[in-house]
């Protein structure tokens, strides 16, 4: 059980790293140019597959903390 709980944590961690950001950059962060940052935008194709993915293994994780 604690195996899949590592494999599951390293995959999480390798899925975040990933996924693109959603903002345009740490300048942007810094001086509060977040005006894009809550847009709409519709994610397609295998961004989409690693955002749900990346939602499920979460889950997994919770699940499996609560376990052990």
Do not use: H
């Amino acid at each position: 059980m604690k195996t899949l709980l590592i494999i599951v944590s390293i995959l999480i961690i390798a899925l975040v790293l990933l996924q693109s950001s959603k903002a345009e950059g740490a300048s942007s962060i810094i001086s509060g140019g977040n005006d894009a940052l809550f847009q709409n935008r519709k994610e397609r194709g295998g961004e989409l597959f690693i955002t749900r993915l990346t939602a499920v293994l979460g889950v997994a994780f919770l699940v499996l903390c609560i376990i052990l």
